[in-house]
């Protein structure tokens, strides 16, 4: 029997141990609260459909619009050969006009060599008499005010030897003539059309200083003192 309590002690010892462990034992840590999860993004909206339009991922490229051609630009104007015509009437019976043959500059001067004819018919009582002049000089434009992509003003200076002859109608007369020298100057009103061309009007005071021809001793010599104010219409050109 001994030896049956002997193991009943025994195993009531081994039955006790776990118990006492477990009492003894530290008490178990609570968990931290959790953090809450993460709040997914929001769903992406729904395409629109488009009234009588493509989606965007369908559209077509814009066509490139065409590209200009670009009108060439007149070439500034250089110097070179100039010329201006000019009239100063057409009326019947007269006819007078000039021509200045020379070169011209890129800020629109003009200068050489002007030839003036002139021819006018007047009949007066049954008669009538013919002058005829010829003229052969210097002359020069010279802009002083305006812009050569417009109007501008230049100031014309005239030099010339003047040759004219006068035929009367009547019977028995004689033809008579005379030479002398011409100077003018005035103001010139210019429009340029082209850099190269321009149209305008010419005003100068002139005078002219002439002696009638001797006529084989027929006649006397008489001078002539004529001061004068005439205008002209006038092209202008630059090549």
């Not at 201006?84 to 019947?92: H, I, P």
Request: hydrophobic fraction near 35%; charged fraction near 15%; glycine fraction near 12%.
């Amino acid at each position: 029997m001994r030896w049956l309590k002997s193991a009943l002690v025994l195993a009531l010892g081994l039955f006790a141990l776990p118990v006492r462990a477990q009492d003894t034992a530290p008490p178990p840590e609570q968990p931290a609260p959790s953090e809450p999860p993460p709040t997914p993004p929001p769903p992406a909206p729904a395409p629109q459909a488009h009234d009588q339009e493509e989606p965007p991922a369908h559209r077509p490229a814009p066509a490139p619009e065409p590209r200009r051609r670009r009108e060439p630009e007149p070439e500034p104007r250089g110097a070179g050969f100039g010329l201006e015509v000019a009239t100063a009437g057409l009326a019947s019976g007269t006819l007078q006009g000039g021509l200045l043959l020379g070169a011209h500059t890129p800020g629109g001067s003009l200068y050489g060599v002007r030839i003036d004819y002139r021819d006018e018919t007047q009949k007066l009582a049954g008669t009538s008499q013919s002058t005829t002049a010829f003229s052969f000089g210097l002359a020069g434009r010279f802009p002083v005010a305006g812009s050569p992509d417009g109007f501008d003003l230049a100031l014309g200076i005239d030099a010339a030897y003047v040759k004219a002859s006068v035929t009367d109608g009547g019977a028995g007369q004689a033809p008579s003539g005379g030479s002398g020298f011409l100077i003018g100057f005035g103001p010139q009103l210019r429009y340029w059309l082209h850099p190269n061309v321009a149209v305008g009007y010419l005003a100068q005071l002139t005078y002219l200083s002439a002696t009638s021809d001797d006529m084989g001793g027929l006649r006397d010599k008489v001078e002539h003192s004529i001061t004068a104010f005439t205008g002209s219409f006038t092209l202008s050109a630059g090549f």
